[in-house]
């Protein structure tokens, strides 16, 4: 079957780094999308990788290993508004979706 | 990035009667448009895919007569929850894919039904 999994909850402090850890078994695979959600809101993209390696953008980077069947997203400089729920999700053989639980991050000051 | 737009944001309705749910991309055409269900504190949940032009394909445990979908065009789709109950309150977001398979999904603003 396919599954991805992550932790259900995380807990950094404002300033600090976070690492949110994902890994998936999928039927193929064909990228990688990490997304952030706030409460009573549509999720948002924030990456899609694909190739093995560290894509960096920002304050956010998001690294793959597709060896492993892992990825991470990274937060770095963690502000108070980055407390939200952020998904993994795979793209499978058929180019579907198959969406993590998805981690709840909380800041605290 | 991609806009897709969903109305209504929320929608209070009498047990029993139907509401649509709509579901635009308002600068790209989506030939494939996703529509999720997500329970508070619970990740979002596929009830099916459509293909514009074609019928949805849904997932195990979806009542296709239940929760019917259009896909007319492109640019729209909408789902219609047919004689809703309590239990359909939820979060219902639609989400959209372009042309090239890759493309990640932009989604919809999300719409909260409550079944009263």
């Known amino acids: 079957g396919q599954n991805i999994d992550q932790p259900t909850e995380m807990t950094a402090t404002e300033g600090a780094i976070v690492q949110i850890n994902c890994t998936y078994q999928?039927?193929?695979?064909?990228?990688l999308f990490w997304y952030q959600q706030h409460a009573g809101e549509a999720p948002t993209f924030l990456s899609y990788n694909v190739l093995d390696g560290l894509e960096e953008k920002g304050r956010f980077s998001s690294f793959l290993s597709r060896s492993k069947g892992y990825s991470y997203l990274l937060l770095k400089e963690l502000q108070m508004k980055d407390s939200a729920s952020y998904l993994c999700a795979a793209l499978d053989s058929n180019y579907q979706l198959i969406w993590g639980a998805g981690t709840k991050l909380i800041i605290k000051p | 990035g991609a806009v897709v737009s969903q109305h209504p944001s929320w929608v209070i309705c009498k047990s029993g009667t139907s509401v649509k749910i709509e579901c635009r991309s308002l600068d790209f055409q989506a030939t494939t448009m996703f529509w999720y269900r997500q329970f508070p504190k619970q990740s979002l949940m596929l009830m099916a895919t459509?293909?514009?032009?074609?019928?949805?394909?849904?997932e195990q445990g979806v009542e296709k007569d239940k929760f019917l979908i259009n896909h007319a065009s492109l640019t729209l789709s909408t789902l219609t929850v047919t004689s809703a109950h309590p239990e359909d309150s939820s979060f219902y977001i639609c989400?959209?894919?372009?042309?090239?398979?890759?493309?990640?999904?932009?989604f919809g603003q999300g719409t909260r039904l409550t079944v009263v």
């Open positions: 459509s293909n514009e032009g074609s019928k949805a394909t849904y």
């Open positions: 999928t039927s193929g695979f064909n990228g």
């Open positions: 989400s959209a894919r372009g042309f090239r398979e890759s493309t990640e999904a932009f």
